[in-house]
DNA sequence: GCTCCGGCGCGAAACGTTACGCGCCCGCTC
DNA sequence: GAGCGGGCGCGTAACGTTTCGCGCCGGAGC
């Protein structure tokens, strides 16, 4: 491939003056010119590897995520690549998870030594630890759902989307619920039964009445506790689950128990977005706002890498509930 | 950060002999323990930037895919992330689809113009252009599913997918059939019809019993194909869906026609994991597989970064059946 | 004991670009 | 008409590695 160095032999100008021209400064027209043909004619793009030695920006960003296996890093890492390509960024995946991975710090020092410019970490739920020394190598940090992280942040609202999926719930009468907690252990989680608590209080509902079903965040997980809440007598009149496999796991057990929603039991699920279309009728959910997240996401990178002393910000991002018809509305005296 | 002439401040040794030991070039023992203690000591990574520049190697390959929100394009990028993390390579994800999308071409060139060492392709179904140049630049190309690229391919054995599926119907008494086919104009698809076909004439089944219904690729076109067969006289007594969406628009219409599947009529889906898990009775319905895909790209891209001028290689992939409960065996009166 | 050879260390020259500072020229002002 | 300043081009020195060829040293073979 051509380079600078040909172009200068075509136009005679200085390689100064060239790489002013393909740096978007400002160059005599007739030198404009004359490059423009001569750069045309030989082919030449500027060397991304020079350009990133020399001027120690690579004009690349890294995503880290548990796994790309899972559909939300997955739509986090489409939304991203969207956001940022026009800006000419390329974006560098790396998985945490999988078969022969490294922890998160580590997976993150591998990811600041290919010298991205900024880097997106959504934790694994598991590790807490510090990833602060990637931070401190000065490599710009954004992080996704981890709060008191020392970079950027993106945070979701955890508990406000179940709150809302709660107050729903209350709304429609229903006030003997069964919550799919999940894993206690995961931050998220207990924000989200914080969430969910929360709204309990303030509409003064007895604790008593709210059956809670932890387990493992699978669809396996989902259904064992599923089963459990399905068995209790009396039977909660509607579930909420908190994530994605947990609902998942929840429907298969209904289906299997030969139960419908609404109209054997009401049901709000978590983050699903194609699964609802299947369902008749279709599922009412919480959902995470995939694309605002990715896109704060990565205006706060920009931001950052324009002015990377800025003091560190965070946003939090509202859930939304999409209104289907698995859920009951009960007579004020039910 | 640190570089290696200040391991040489420190040791002594030339650049070259520190350079070799970066490389697992054999060194010296005594030297090798001190380069070790002052990298250690320094926290010396060697500036990928750099090393790219001069080895004209950069140790990342490209994936260029049409979209990223489409799950099959994310298990591809996930399964060559997965195998090709353990080697050093750095996978840059690229969607030439999205919002403001340039054409397959330009993206490709975008993506090369990073210098990656390779890259992997999944054309867009519509794009059947050339592709050719960015190959002639040297960039080692794996195609995914696109016959006669010019690079190494992965194909999908579209033919003998949906020929597997028509045969476990037939096998069930099933010769009133309704194909979800798709678009026509999408080579995929042709080939698709192309495996019905075969075993249908194998099988001498009289092709006016073979009821096709053809629609965009999405899942409003599969409902409203799957509307169409539904309201035939007779009604097929067996459905199979040539991708994705087209099951998820099935499944839909069914939902909320009321029917069920086995029992009032069979299904056969195609390419869908997490979706059959609820269905009750689970979906019967053809597996890509992803994994393997993913894995033979990664093997095959690998041998030619290895070998940059042996034969271009193809290597097709066998799809699977899962069988579900979605399909009733018909008497063979019946 | 001399020669030959392989293993390794060394210095210097790239790789292709950007950053820096100087100097020229043109136009504007008093 | 002289002085001044802004706009631009130019040469040079990096950026941090790898590559190349040379040369030394030590061991093996005769």
């Given amino acids: 491939m051509a380079n600078y160095h040909d172009i200068r032999r075509l136009t005679g100008l200085s ?94 020092e591998e990811l600041a030594a290919t010298l991205v410019d900024g880097m997106f970490v959504i934790p694994r739920s598991i590790d807490r630890g510090p990833l602060a020394q990637v931070g401190a190598q000065g490599v710009p940090l954004v992080f996704i759902d981890r709060p008191g992280a020392p970079g950027d942040n993106v945070l979701l609202d955890n508990r406000g989307a179940v709150a809302v999926g709660v107050r729903h719930l209350l709304d429609h009468g229903h006030t003997h619920l069964g919550l799919l907690t999940g894993d206690p252990g995961i931050w998220t989680m207990r924000e989200r039964l914080a969430g969910a ?27 064992q506790a599923m089963a459990h809440l399905l068995a209790l007598h009396p039977r909660p009149t509607a579930i909420l689950a908190f994530n994605y496999h947990l609902t998942l796991g929840a429907l298969t057990t209904l289906a299997e128990s030969g139960l419908r929603a609404p109209d054997d039991i009401s049901l709000v699920g978590f983050d699903t977005d194609d699964i609802d279309t299947i369902c008749t009728p279709r599922l009412t959910h919480i959902i995470q706002p995939v694309d605002q997240i990715a896109g704060h996401a990565a205006r706060l990178m920009l931001a950052r890498l324009d002015n990377p002393d800025q003091p560190h910000q965070t ?6 509930l999409t209104v289907g018809g698995s859920v009951r509305r009960l007579n004020a005296a039910g």
């Fill in 15 to 108: 390689l100064s003056t060239i790489s002013k021209y393909f740096n978007g400064r400002t160059v005599l027209p007739a030198n404009r010119a004359a490059i423009e043909a001569a750069a045309e004619q030989l082919g030449v793009r500027p060397n991304a590897n020079a350009r990133a030695l020399r001027s120690r920006r690579s004009q690349r960003v890294g995503v880290l995520v548990p796994s790309l296996g899972v559909g939300f890093h997955m739509a986090i890492v489409a939304g991203i690549e969207e956001a940022l390509r026009p800006r000419g960024l390329s974006v560098i995946v790396r998985s945490a998870g999988g078969e022969h991975a490294p922890d998160t710090t580590t997976a993150a």
């Fill in 197 to 223: 608590r929360h709204v309990l209080e303030q509409r003064e509902i007895p604790s008593r009445t709210v059956e809670l079903a932890d387990s493992p965040l699978t669809a396996a997980g989902g259904r």
């Fill in 315 to 320: 946003i939090t991002i509202p859930a939304a």
